[in-house]
């Protein structure tokens, strides 16, 4: 698949606010500062869509972009360490929990992980509980161009060794870099081969 088109619909911190759900819908969240918006920036061949920057905890809401005419992607706020209050933190879970909750047409939630970094209980706990859930998630490793290809392949090994200790079968799991577009087709590949489904 190759997006053609990737247009912002909206902006809100209110589930009943979003687009109805007609279409197929793909979220992507991940702790502050892991690379989300230059992955859907890459994903969508447009380095302006979503807005990057260097202060974590930037997006603080809800934002739909309309795929193709065709499906949903959604860049959701970063959970974990944020230069913000910790009331405004609060928010963004609390925003977070009724969009995973709520959204019927979400077909698969997408965790992305800095491939750079050891296991960290935060990202895991936030795994677990997107399982406990029952919401289909992947699990995307940015950053992937960062280290050196070996030192890459051993840490993203650890970390699915790791997530063994609570899970049966991994799930699906992609290794990306938003410079050099790794990872691209195939993430576009997998949500094409669901969208068929719907």
Not at 33 to 46: D, E, Y
Not at 64 to 69: D, E, R, T
Not at 70 to 83: C, F, I, T
Not at 111 to 116: A, F, K
Request: charge should be positive.
């Amino acid at each position: 698949m190759e997006i053609k088109e990737a247009r912002f619909i909206v902006s809100n911190s209110k589930v009943n606010k979003c687009p109805p759900p007609k279409l197929p819908e793909y979220a992507f969240i991940g702790r502050s500062n892991v690379g989300k918006s230059s992955l859907i920036n890459m994903l969508c061949n447009n380095k302006k869509l979503a807005k990057i920057s260097s202060t974590p905890g930037k997006t603080q809401l809800i934002n739909h972009f309309l795929i193709n005419q065709s499906w949903y992607l959604v860049d959701l706020p970063g959970y974990g360490y944020a230069k913000v209050s910790k009331t405004l933190r609060s928010g963004f879970s609390k925003i977070i929990t009724s969009y995973l909750e709520q959204r019927t047409n979400l077909l698969c939630l997408f965790i992305l992980i800095d491939s750079r970094l050891p296991p960290i209980e935060q990202d895991l706990e936030f795994i677990r509980k997107i399982g406990s859930l029952g919401i289909p998630l992947s699990i995307i490793f940015t950053k992937f161009d960062k280290l050196n290809k070996t030192e890459s392949n051993i840490k993203i090994e650890h970390y699915k060794h790791t997530l063994l200790n609570d899970w049966e079968e991994l799930p699906p799991i992609f290794i990306t870099s938003a410079t050099k577009k790794t990872g691209k087709d195939e993430i576009l590949k997998y949500i094409d081969s669901i969208n068929k489904t719907w």
